[in-house]
């Protein structure tokens, strides 16, 4: 899955896809480096992030989105904790709905909407908001407590009617967590898998590289590589990155060394 954010203020790419144009051939280019997803994203989740409102979110996803739909066949996922703003990008043809709240900003709204468009939707795990997350990082036990706090959000969406099937679940590094905390989830996603529902996850470029290898943010592929890998090995089938050529040939090296048909 390639990142694209049409935002001012994401960590890694923000503001480098404002003009429609230019985000349409950052697609592009991420479709022909191997991207199977494109996941839009309007409003920064980063620590601290300001909240942006819904009617800016959408005049700087549709006409992104309508581009993209027009030109490419790629499903379009939305990075979206708003039900209205997925329920205009998936009536302007998204296809997957990327919730880092894992249903907890809009509750039940968010989930009837998928299942109305019959659309896929990621359950994120997080606490607070990007304002608070930082602060909500007590756990006992980082690994059951995200496995217990994601089955709510599984519980949620089923009750709400959406299918099982249309469910990936993702533990949101560095979301509400400590740079150990989300090496732990790292050092157990097999956990997670073994759920049964397909697992995501985004380490591209985060802080917990940075705390790990020194780099600073454009400088963290060779750490979220070895995410990548480590997460491949573990069962981990949906990858969130910004470089998608590199990280195309870290995941097939990475299924190849699993075993998995070439
Ligand atoms: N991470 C970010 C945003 N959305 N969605 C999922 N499912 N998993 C993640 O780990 C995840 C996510 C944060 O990264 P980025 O989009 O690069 O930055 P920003 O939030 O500043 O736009």
């Given at each position: 899955m390639g990142i694209l954010n049409l935002t001012p203020d994401s960590f890694s790419d923000g503001g480098r896809y404002l003009e429609p144009e230019a985000a349409l051939k950052r697609a592009a280019q991420m479709v022909a480096d191997g991207a199977d997803i494109l996941d839009l994203g309007a409003e920064s989740t980063r620590p601290g992030a300001q909240p942006v409102p819904e009617t800016e979110e959408l005049e700087r996803l549709l006409p992104v989105l309508e581009k993209i739909r027009e030109k490419l066949t790629v499903p379009v996922s939305i990075d979206t904790t708003k039900s209205e703003v997925a329920r205009k990008c998936l009536e302007a043809g998204a296809a997957i709905i990327n919730d880092v709240s894992g249903l907890k900003r809009s509750g039940v709204a968010m989930a009837k909407v998928a299942r109305e468009f019959g659309a896929g939707l990621v359950l994120m795990h997080s606490r607070g908001t990007p304002e608070t997350m930082q602060t909500l990082t007590d756990y006992s036990v980082v690994v059951a407590e995200v496995l217990a706090e994601l089955h709510e959000s599984i519980g949620m969406a089923t009750a709400a009617g959406?299918?099982?099937?249309?469910i990936v679940i993702d533990p949101g590094l560095g979301f509400a967590k400590t740079a150990g905390q989300s090496l732990e989830i790292l050092r157990n996603l097999k956990v997670f898998c073994e759920l049964g529902f397909p697992v995501m996850i985004g380490p591209s470029r985060k802080s917990f590289i940075g705390q790990v290898t020194g780099r600073e943010t454009p400088e963290r592929e060779f750490g979220t590589a070895a995410c990548v890998a480590a997460a491949v090995l573990q069962g981990v089938r949906i990858l969130r990155v910004h470089e998608v050529k590199a990280m195309r040939d870290v995941i097939v090296m990475a299924e190849a060394i699993r075993g998995l048909p070439l």
């Open positions: 959406v299918d099982r099937e249309a």
